[in-house]
């Protein structure tokens, strides 16, 4: 059994920071690629970024220059830090970790970030 458990997101003013974390904990074999989606109200669930096991990150547009997605394979945990922060980027957050030869996709419960104006 895997368990994500997120943590960090809040209520922050336009143009604030917050930092994500998502740790694994269970039977964890190996993780390749982590990531990190968003769900706004209404909308569908949108890829934010990515990080593969060699390290190598993608961002979708409206977050490039602003987040960084980061991981710690030691403590099987992976990072958003998040800067200039605007509305629109509210959302629920999810974190994904695809893990194991099968390449079993797993995902977190969500955390909660409001962007007020």
């Known amino acids: 059994q895997v368990q994500l458990v997120e943590s960090g997101g809040g209520l922050v003013q336009a143009g604030g920071s917050l930092r994500l974390s998502c740790a694994a904990s269970?039977?964890?074999?190996?993780?390749?690629?982590m990531g990190w989606y968003r769900q706004a109200p209404g909308k569908q669930r949108e890829l934010v970024a990515t990080?593969?096991?060699?390290?190598?990150?993608k961002y979708a547009d409206p977050v490039k220059g602003r987040f960084a997605i980061s991981r710690d394979n030691a403590k099987n945990t992976m990072y958003l830090q998040m800067s200039s922060l605007k509305p629109e980027d509210t959302a629920v957050y999810f974190c994904n970790m695809i893990m194991g030869i099968a390449n079993l996709p797993y995902w977190g419960q969500g955390t909660q970030v409001t962007v007020s104006s």
């Open positions: 990080i593969t096991s060699g390290g190598s990150t």
């Open positions: 269970g039977s964890i074999f190996s993780i390749n690629t």
